[in-house]
């Protein structure tokens, strides 16, 4: 299933966080936050959000003192840095764009969280290009 808007943010802001996307969906858009609790670090977790990312159009990071000590929240910000690089480097959605491809790779690369091990093979690879 789809959605509009993937609600990265984290526990600690969820009233916060419930408040905007009650007033996104007033508005219709669909939005996507993991409300049901799924257990952190395991894999399902990680399966389910990198599903929800992919499935959504855009992202929105709830930015605060908490989510940016969050593990998760970072991760979830990282992996969509990559899904950005993938877009500008295959034209999906957008133009291709190299420049932007390598960008993108190196912003997810000094991240050091989950794609970042990608991020780093990419751009090796289109730097030889």
Known sequence: ??????ISYSRKDISDVKAIKEELEKHDFSCWMDLTGIVSGTRRFSKTIIDAIEASRTM?????SNSQQSEWALKEIDYAMYEVAQCYEKGLGTERDRGKALLWYQRCVK??????????????ELAEE
């Open 1 to 6: 299933m789809s959605h509009d808007i993937f």
């Open 60 to 64: 929105l990071f709830f930015l605060s």
């Open 111 to 124: 991240s050091r969280y989950a794609a970042s091990h990608d991020a780093e093979i990419r751009l090796a």
